[in-house]
């Protein structure tokens, strides 16, 4: 069985931007998540910790925290992008390099807005296996010059979704340079079986953020047709074991792969106040190690 290690992300304490004053200082974030067990995290929006390496490990080392990832944006998709991709791309990626992740989570860019308006089409197939090239030869760069291994991010709203084209993707792009951080909320957000992706593609399965989805507040936004911006307002992820998919089968899954993985929890929560968060990540660690995770040590 494999080693499932649980970790927690900027993103669990409602930080979605580098600076936002409706977010929780970055200060609080690190004394509160390993006040609240986990000793693995992510780095979160570049800017968001402190970008020089020295001071960022010194704060890391004072609270005994380690950084699984970096995390950033493509749009790979359109024409003429790759240099402007890779310039933030790479000072996200040399960070977490820095202090000592092995990964990079990639995430596409939005087909709809943050008021729910389309604003760009869907990719076609020809557009799909055009995207997939782009973002093979990104992880490859990434893994020749920081030697981190790109692990991609299906999110809803985004060119990679459903899970039709998270199959399209997966069938574009070489396994030797990107594979999947499979995000249980954004599959079942996107309508996704978490457990068949495990199933039909073991070997892709690089990285996990762990969430789940409220299915009544899903419902109401898929049928007001909101962004997934707005449906998160509205609670649409919520922490374990209120939603779907059930933890304990994934976890299950993901043991039975006989590879180590790093499961992040990653429960969106923009805007949250401000006393909410931890109570929410000593509840979700307890119950994740009490259901299959391992420990987050």
Request: charged residues 25%; proline residues 7%.
């Amino acid at each position: 069985m494999g080693k499932v290690t649980i970790g927690s992300a900027p993103d669990s304490w409602g930080v979605w931007f580098a600076d936002d004053p409706q977010q929780t200082p970055w200060t609080r974030f690190l004394d509160e998540v390993a006040e609240a067990g986990y000793t693995k995290i992510e780095l979160g929006p570049y800017g968001y910790l402190p970008t020089d390496p020295a001071e960022l490990k010194d704060q890391l080392d004072r609270r005994g925290l380690e950084v699984t990832a970096g995390t950033t944006f493509e749009h790979l998709h359109r024409d003429d992008s790759f240099d402007s991709t890779w310039r933030e791309v790479a000072k996200t990626a040399e960070l977490a390099a820095a202090m000592g992740a092995k990964h990079l989570v990639v995430m596409p860019s939005m087909w709809r807005g943050d008021d729910g308006e389309i604003v760009e089409p869907r990719l076609d197939h020809a557009g799909q296996a055009g995207h997939g090239r782009q973002v093979t030869e990104l992880g490859r760069r990434v893994f020749e010059e920081f030697g981190l291994r790109t692990q991609f991010h299906p999110h809803a709203d985004g060119h990679v979704d459903t899970q039709d084209t998270v199959e399209r993707f997966l069938a574009e792009t070489d396994s030797a340079h990107v594979n999947l951080c499979l995000d249980t909320g954004h599959i079942s957000y996107c309508g996704g079986d978490n457990l068949e992706l495990i199933r039909k593609y073991p070997e892709r399965i690089g990285y996990v953020h762990l969430k789940q989805v409220d299915p009544v507040v899903l419902a109401q936004a898929q049928a007001e047709g909101i962004s997934f911006d707005a449906a998160v307002q509205r609670g649409v992820m919520t922490e374990p074991p209120g939603g779907v998919p059930e933890m304990p089968p994934v976890l299950e899954a993901l043991a039975g792969l006989d590879v180590d993985l790093f499961a992040i929890v990653e429960q969106d929560l923009y805007p949250v106040a401000p006393d909410v968060p931890l109570p929410i990540a000593r509840r979700t660690l307890a119950y994740l190690n009490s259901h299959g995770g391992g420990a987050s040590a």
